[in-house]
T-cell receptor, first 113, second 113 residues
Framework: GAGVSQSPRYKVAKRGQDVALRCDPI?????LFWYQQALGQGPEFLTY????????KSGLPSDRFFAERPEGSVSTLKIQRTQQEDSAVYLC???????????FGPGTRLTVL | QQQVKQSPQSLIVQKGGISIINCAYE??????FPWYQQFPGKGPALLIA?????SEKKEGRFTISFNKSAKQFSLHIMDSQPGDSATYFC????????????FGRGTQLTVWP
């Protein structure tokens, strides 16, 4: 069956631009996570949704980062006024319920020039 | 502060040999310990996972050994193959934080033919 999909796969932005990254989780998965993976590092938690409710956003690095999942399926991670330090791979993962196996998408590689 | 510490950072093993990657954690509330495999340009994929009520779990050539008293767990890859060459991440999570994963920094495994 279809796994987690993310788009775009690659995004190049000039410093100061806004970007929007999309995640399509596995159908029926209640839980959705966003992680940020810097080059050569492990993924770092950003935020968590249970259906449409954002239950944990403690990992978002600044108020320039915003995530939503308005209908409890597709999620969008938005980064305003991008900075060079935002360059990373942004991973989305979904799971059937919380605290269960997470299935990851291929990620979006963001490069901020 | 890194919640899960992983070593070594890189590992080179001959085909047919045993690859061993180690992880340690401090938070005794962690109750789920997965290992993920990541190939370049792909998202992490779950390899094998263990909960602290067992000391060992084996799936094919992959084995997790878990030492609750030492707060350590390790991944053993038997009969390592060139196709196993990838980056491996250990992780941990606890129910109180809804399953957000705390990742180690990763081990880049190279298996020589």
């Amino acid at each position: 069956g279809a796994g987690v999909s993310q788009s775009p796969r690659y995004k190049v932005a000039k410093r100061g631009q806004d970007v929007a990254l999309r995640c399509d989780p596995i159908s029926g998965h209640v839980s959705l996570f966003w992680y940020q993976q810097a080059l050569g590092q492990g993924p770092e938690f950003l935020t968590y949704f249970q259906n449409e409710a954002q239950l944990d956003k403690s990992g978002l690095p600044s108020d320039r980062f915003f995530a939503e999942r308005p209908e409890g399926s597709v999620s969008t991670l938005k980064i305003q006024r991008t900075q060079q330090e935002d360059s990373a791979v942004y991973l989305c993962a979904s799971s059937l319920v919380s605290h269960n196996e997470q299935f990851f998408g291929p990620g979006t590689r963001l490069t901020v020039l | 502060q890194q919640q899960v510490k992983q070593s070594p950072q890189s590992l080179i093993v001959q085909k047919g040999g045993i690859s061993i990657i180690n992880c340690a954690y401090e938070n005794t509330a962690f109750d789920y310990f997965p290992w993920y495999q990541q190939f370049p340009g792909k998202g992490p994929a779950l390899l094998i996972a263990i909960r602290p009520d067992v000391s060992e779990k084996k799936e094919g050539r992959f084995t997790i050994s878990f030492n609750k008293s030492a707060k350590q767990f390790s991944l053993h890859i038997m009969d390592s193959q060139p196709g196993d060459s990838a980056t491996y991440f250990c992780a941990a999570s606890r129910g109180s934080t809804l399953g957000r994963l705390y990742f180690g920094r990763g081990t880049q495994l190279t298996v020589w033919p």
